[in-house]
């Protein structure tokens, strides 16, 4: 098969297809393994702040949930002794230090269990939207002696449509639809109209294409201001991920949010919730895992999508497919961020073509001439076994050696060969991440 760049057909800018759920660990002396030093190599752009109390190591029950920053909610919001700022501070330090930006999650972590202790409506939605409004100041403005990280992004709320109104257990919204919708106008309305340079939007939907369709008609009829929409999926074909985006951005059309961002802010291999869940962790952290996170950063990255941000990269969880569970060191799909991170520092997408879908291709170049390919072979079926001899032919570029580097079953980041930046061929295996980059370019 043939694949086809033409780097003098520029297409747009690279997105920040490589963000991720959640930031670095530092090492401490009781035991903790960091891993803050493999973070930061990867240069993401924005890590975004959902579960972050489910992790002891930024803090765990202490850190970044409403209930956690303001334990009683009949204090005095406006006193800022009632707040506990001190684990939230550190752990945004900590991603702002290794380069990261911090995206900040208005709300609570899910709740599995049958009680719920965060995931219950606010007695007070104003009084909810004047709580994250002294967050918002603490972090971004100096207030309570706090700090200026100059966050940009605040969503409200998590996967407010996961579960039905009536159920057994509601795991991110303990309330009926209707009672959200009061939540999220009072408190975009709000927030909106004390920092209108912040973007503020939401709501992380779960999925629910009835239910999305239902809140961004609602949203629309009350005038909900929306900077953002976010948005969830885990699949097993980046496809399907990119006709999810088309669905939402069709939907953000309609209600006439089509000024807003669409960001997918949860997305990670998942074959399955139940059944299939032990081997979707176990390919979340493969070579198979690898290929899965560049495809799809290199199909949505053709999409209407602005952001993608991988779920997840706390150390403490098996969905956590970049750093080892155990000793906290990189896994295959940790490569396919950082050969992201090459393209998006080149800045410039330029026009690309592959003759079958099982292989992506995206194509980056900076200013001074210096580019890169991400060329992903990607499939769900692991019966095949066989390579896969890919024709590449570059034009409108300078004559330049290439270097190659691979990420499959057997290699991992392997500098594998030398290639011409006119016409080369290689040999593709199955699940296969290849980075090839010409000029000066350090990773």
């Known amino acids: 098969m043939n694949i086809t760049v033409d780097f003098g057909a520029p297409v747009g800018k690279i997105k920040p297809m490589h963000c991720v759920n959640n930031g670095p660990t530092k090492p401490r002396k009781d035991q903790t393994k960091g891993n803050f030093k493999e973070f930061a190599r990867l240069r993401i752009p924005y890590a975004r702040t959902h579960d972050s109390s489910f992790c002891a190591s930024y803090g765990g029950e202490h850190t970044i949930d409403i209930n956690a920053v303001f334990p009683n909610f ?17 752990y945004c330090k900590t991603i702002t230090q290794a380069g990261t930006k911090v995206f900040f ?17 606010p007695a007070d939605n104003l009084k909810w939207a004047k709580i994250c409004e002294k967050i918002i100041m603490h972090l971004n403005y100096g207030w309570a002696n706090g700090h200026k990280f100059g966050i940009e992004y605040w969503e409200i709320w998590n996967e407010p449509d996961l579960d039905p109104d009536v159920c057994e257990s509601h795991r991110t919204w303990n309330g009926t639809q209707a009672r959200f919708y009061d939540l999220f106008e009072t408190a975009a309305k709000y927030l909106k109209s004390k920092f209108p340079d912040l973007k503020i939007g939401g709501p992380a939907f779960a999925g629910n294409g009835e239910r999305i369709e239902a809140c961004l008609a609602e949203m629309s009829k009350r005038k909900v201001p929306l900077d953002f929409v976010s948005w969830h999926i885990y699949a097993t074909d980046p496809y399907k991920i990119a006709r999810r985006e088309n669905e939402m951005r069709e939907r ?110 995206t194509a980056a170049k900076d200013e001074n001439g210096n580019a890169a390919l991400l060329v992903t072979r990607y499939s ?40 011409d930046s006119d016409s080369f061929s290689l040999a593709l295996e199955p699940n296969s991440v290849t980075l090839i980059t010409f000029g000066d370019i350090e990773f």
Not at 74 to 90: G, I, S, V
Not at 105 to 121: C, D, M, S, T, V
Not at 395 to 418: H, S
Request: aromatic letters at 16%; charged letters at 25%; a negative charge.
């Open 74 to 90: 009949d204090a005095d919001e406006q006193d800022e002794k009632n707040y506990d700022f001190f684990y939230t501070d550190e």
């Open 252 to 361: 953000m059309n309609k209600y006439g949010y089509d000024k807003a961002e669409s960001i997918c802010d949860e997305w990670n291999y998942v074959k399955g919730w139940s059944d299939d869940w032990l081997y979707s962790l176990r390919a979340e952290s493969s070579y198979k895992g690898a290929a899965f996170v560049a495809q799809t950063m290199s199909v949505v990255q053709d999409c209407s999508t602005d952001m993608l941000m991988y779920y997840d990269a706390r150390i403490n969880t098996a969905m956590n497919g970049l750093f080892d569970l155990y000793n906290s060191r990189p896994q295959k799909p940790y490569y396919a961020l950082l050969y992201w991170s090459v393209l998006y520092e080149l800045g410039g997408q330029y026009a690309a073509y592959s003759e079958n879908a099982e292989v992506s291709v």
């Open 105 to 121: 999650r208005l709300g609570q972590k899910i709740e599995h269990g049958l009680k719920k202790y965060g995931a219950n409506p």
């Open 380 to 419: 769900e079926d692991n019966n095949k076994t066989s390579s896969l001899t890919v024709d590449f032919r570059l034009g409108g570029l300078e004559p330049k050696r290439g270097k190659v580097f691979v990420t499959d079953e057997i290699r991992t980041n392997c500098y594998n060969e030398n290639v």
